[in-house]
């Protein structure tokens, strides 16, 4: 599991408990209304104005949370652009550097070998094949970690993005839930006071 799948694991869970101190701060904030001794008409009043500005502070956390995570996942893609933009550059830079050499050591292989004899031009042959093999391994070896790398980040990005809709549908669900909340215990008053 890579930081970045561990780091969306960890901010789910942070928005989550988030949303859950969210919804006991609005549940006692409504029992200490209730429980205050006022005219129905005042207290009723008064848990509109707070169901109002819970709401209004619950959408805004929302959308900051949704700013939020979207920045997260911009940077993520950004970051995971950046290591398979690297990974694939220093590959090429591998592989290029090891067909040079390999074009050299060919080289110096084949020029001993036609001073020596023809044996040696076989011998040479079969080296200047067995470079060429080697290399391409190399090089098929580097392309392969380069798609491992953005197969990863792309995981990571998705979980990213995921994490952050959870986050955002849990506080409108907690900013519902309060201001229906709010409306029964505001019903339940008019009741009583009539």
């Known amino acids: 599991m890579s930081g970045l799948d561990n780091l969306s694991i960890k901010e789910a869970v942070m928005a989550n408990k988030f949303g859950m101190f969210l919804i006991g701060g609005v549940v006692g904030a409504v029992a200490a209304l209730l429980a205050a001794p006022r005219p129905g008409a005042e207290t009723r009043a008064m848990v509109a104005d707070k169901a109002n500005d819970i709401l209004g502070d619950a959408q805004q956390w929302g959308g900051q949370a949704a700013a939020g995570a979207q ?8 970051k995971g652009a950046e290591v398979v933009n690297s990974v694939t550059a220093r590959g090429q830079e591998i592989a290029s550097e090891a067909a ?3 074009a050299d050591m060919a080289a110096s ?3 001993a070998a036609s001073n020596i004899s023809p044996t040696i031009n076989e011998k040479g042959d079969e080296l ?9 391994r190399i090089a098929d070896q580097v392309a392969k970690n380069a798609g491992e790398d953005a197969d990863a980040v792309a995981d ?11 986050g955002t549908e849990a506080v409108k669900t907690a900013a519902h839930e309060a201001k229906e909340t709010v409306k029964e215990v505001v019903a ?3 009741k009583d006071a009539e």
Do not use: L, S, W
């Open 100 to 102: 040079a050499r390999g």
């Open 128 to 136: 200047r094949e067995k470079i060429e093999a080697a290399r391409q």
């Open 156 to 166: 990571a990005a998705e979980d990213v993005k995921a994490a952050a809709v959870d």
């Open 188 to 190: 339940d008053d008019k």
């Open 109 to 111: 292989i084949q020029e």
């Open 71 to 78: 920045h997260i996942y911009q940077e993520a893609a950004t």
